[in-house]
Antibody, heavy 121, light 108 residues
Framework: QITLKESGPTLVKPTQTLTLTCTFS??????????VGWIRQPPGKALEWLAL???????RYSPSLKSRLTITKDTSKNQVVLTMTNMDPVDTATYYC?????????????WGQGTLVTVSS | SYVLTQPPSVSVAPGKTARITCGGN??????VHWYQQKPGQAPVLVVY???DRPSGIPERFSGSNSGNTATLTISRVEAGDEADYYC???????????FGGGTKLTVL
């Protein structure tokens, strides 16, 4: 049974750095063909992909946010960490992590419950 | 960057068929995935690789993809299908992961 859970601050101030942790179980991020991604959703708006890390430590970022994002993994702890610098009120959103599988393309088949992050002074 | 275009809303009567489109340049050459999101909940994968269903997803959910349009079809629509639906592709040449803007399905 695959589960994922996001953790981190619920409130950050503008210009601060956000650090979110995704703790998962039921799979290993050292297994070939597996990835973990981060997706966010501002209140009332659409899903926005942020970053994806693969089993081989390859990483992909949203081009529009690439300069602000870093994704890392700790296979021994079953965790993936996302950092986002220079937070702004427009970054207020629910942040999800998700298990990514691959067939003819990468998709997200298991999702965490999400964590709401508010950016405000 | 690659853009996916979805209609903001689709309405359908119970028991009828709903079709939600996802437009993109030559999307038929890509693998399209669909997610259902109910209010206050995380998204759920309902179709992957254009037309495959994860285990536990009813056969009423099906997908197709050709040319510049992919379509999620929901047959015999139920009140419980009311949700937002998002399409997604993976494009190795540009933005690896792209989501559509979402479609709100209303069951009349």
């Amino acid at each position: 049974q695959i589960t994922l859970k996001e953790s981190g601050p619920t409130l950050v101030k503008p210009t601060q750095t956000l650090t979110l942790t995704c703790t998962f179980s039921g799979f290993s991020l050292s297994t070939s063909g597996v990835g973990v991604g981060w997706i966010r959703q501002p209140p009332g708006k659409a899903l926005e992909w942020l970053a994806l890390i693969y089993w081989n430590d390859d990483k992909r970022y949203s081009p529009s946010l690439k300069s602000r994002l870093t994704i890392t993994k700790d296979t021994s702890k079953n965790q993936v960490v996302l950092t986002m610098t220079n937070m702004d009120p427009v970054d207020t959103a629910t942040y999800y992590c998700a298990h990514s599988g691959y067939s003819y393309g990468w998709f997200f088949d298991y999702w965490g419950q999400g964590t709401l992050v508010t950016v405000s002074s | 960057s690659y853009v996916l275009t979805q209609p903001p809303s689709v309405s359908v009567a119970p028991g009828k068929t709903a079709r939600i489109t996802c437009g993109g340049n030559n999307i038929g050459s890509k693998s399209v995935h669909w997610y259902q999101q109910k209010p206050g909940q995380a998204p759920v994968l309902v179709v992957y690789d254009d037309s495959d269903r994860p285990s536990g997803i009813p056969e009423r959910f099906s997908g197709s993809n050709s040319g510049n349009t992919a379509t999620l079809t929901i047959s015999r629509v139920e009140a419980g299908d009311e949700a937002d639906y998002y399409c997604q592709v993976w494009d190795s040449s540009s933005d690896p992961v792209v989501f559509g803007g979402g479609t709100k399905l209303t069951v009349l």
